[in-house]
T-cell receptor, first 115, second 111 residues
């Protein structure tokens, strides 16, 4: 298994540009989510999905869109990038096991700089 | 809504000394709790997790954490730190759909 993969690793955008951060997992996990990490704030949830075709907003969804057309992929779209979206973005997937335990996997992160 | 508080933003400890990182959570039901570590420029690595049962949890790299329901705490400890333990540590609480992260504690290890 490749686990959770993210592309690109690093991206520079100009204000107003759009782009899609890719996230894929090959573990057949139901739950996937996107977080952004900013200094002193930990990771904050942007959007999450509990299965194909189902998405919902997290703590900081403004400026971001998501879709989940397949179990494997969960892309994050920035429609019009702003400097405030400069951050490190992590994709994660989770699977609940019998007895309630869960296994979580994080991607390696995408560093985004918006000028 | 669930939340996680890490009261210490930054801790400096001497190599070989003990380390304790504090974590308090707010959650209505029985929480699932985790500690993650992140080295500079790196991703997140799971140190340990608590779901139920024994309240003292052993993790990797010699870390352990103790769940105390009465204090809503899940503090992380290590008896003797190594220089390689310098990193940022995150306490995390999980519900059905999402993870809530604390703001993180940065650990500096001095020789």
């Amino acid at each position: 298994n490749a686990g959770v993969t993210q592309t690109p690793k690093f991206q520079v955008l100009k204000t107003g540009q759009s782009m899609t951060l890719q996230c894929a997992q090959d573990m057949n996990h139901e739950y996937m989510s996107w977080y952004r990490q900013d200094p002193g704030m930990g990771l904050r949830l942007i959007h999450y999905s509990v299965g194909a075709g189902i998405t919902d907003q997290g703590e900081v969804p403004n400026g971001y869109n998501v879709s989940r057309s397949t179990t494997e992929d969960f892309p994050l779209r920035l429609l019009s990038a702003a400097p405030s979206q400069t951050s490190v973005y992590f994709c994660a997937s989770r699977k609940r096991l019998a007895g309630g335990q869960e296994t979580q996997y994080f991607g390696p992160g995408t560093r985004l700089l918006v000028l | 809504a669930q939340s996680v508080t890490q009261p210490d933003i930054h801790i400096t400890v001497s190599e070989g000394a003990s380390l304790e990182l504090r974590c308090n959570y707010s959650y209505g039901a029985t929480p699932y709790l985790f500690w993650y570590v992140q080295s500079p420029g790196q991703g997140l690595q799971l140190l340990l997790k608590y779901f139920s049962g024994d309240t003292l949890v052993q993790g990797i790299k010699g870390f352990e954490a103790e769940f105390k329901r009465s204090q809503s705490s899940f503090n992380l400890r290590k008896p003797s730190v190594h220089w390689s333990d310098a990193a940022e540590y995150f306490c995390v609480c999980s519900n059905d759909y999402k993870l809530s992260f604390g703001a993180g504690t940065t650990v500096t290890v001095r020789a």
